[in-house]
């Protein structure tokens, strides 16, 4: 299995990314684990969750970790797992944000629930204006150097405030984000491109996009609005069912046909293939699934093949 360095930091990751967010939710406890099973003795070793998940539904926040933590305790595979999880969003009244105080709180109920001694990237889930970064790149610094965490990151950051967050951990000789996690995926592209991207290479943070599938809608069961109704997220597929995202799949077809590959497998292994990319996070709810989101791995794209994808999802200008 290739692994790829993630950012600066000592962490080597496969170029797939398990997402948790489904875990304790639309996957059940038993359903994870063998999902989580089958990912690992693949030869896969990154699991992303975050401590938000998952506070929408009647499981609420901590159950995707509580699962993780259940299945490292039963199957003893935490040493094959390079762990990540996120804090910052609303977990309840003053549990929000990227302040030093609150990281304190978040990391111990994290680490319970994870049943860990340390987490491999700890990650803030989204930036707080609201917070000094000198104060939040401190108090992770003191987790790293304590041993809590390996390597830090960042998720939903904008170009200015990523790179300024980088900029305060150097001048200081503080520990730095090592990595990020933005949008990004074959149909939602202007995000990241505009000004994440050179940032991401220019500093060598490494990039694990969440969202690799758009939804589902690049997976290619969404064709018509007959198909909405295929899952609870068919009501999001409205908004990519358009002129473009029907260009998109017509070149994801003409691809998977060379290869006799699936649409989903195509559409990560073109996010695998963009400068700067580690790789991209996807959850599956069966393991059938994810033995197909696994074949991205071993897939490799021509020139051609890329070329193609990218005109057919080039970003319309800005006011088309």
Known sequence: MELRRLGRSDLKIAPL??????????ADEKTSFAILDAFVDAGFNCVDTADVYSRWAPAGGGA?????????KE??????????????????????????????EAVEASLKRLQTDYIDLYQSHRDDADTPQEETAEAF?????????????ASNFEPARLKSALDVSTANGWARYESLQPLYNLYDRAGFEAGLQKVCIDEEVGVIPFYGLASGFLTGKYRSEADFSKSP???RMGSYLNDRGKRILAALDRVCEAHGATQAQVALAWVMAQPGLTGPIASATSVAQLEDLMGSARLKLSPAELADLDKASAPEPAGA
């Open 17 to 26: 990314v398990l997402g948790g967010n489904v875990f304790g939710w639309t």
């Open 64 to 72: 995707s970790e509580t699962v993780i933590g259940k299945w490292f």
């Open 75 to 104: 199957g003893g595979k935490r040493d094959k797992v390079v762990l990540a999880t996120k804090f910052g969003m609303e977990m309840g009244e003053g549990m929000k944000g990227l302040s030093a105080r609150y990281m304190a």
């Open 141 to 153: 610094d003191k987790l790293v150097k304590a041993g809590k965490v390996r390597v830090i990151g």
């Open 233 to 235: 997220r068919g009501g």
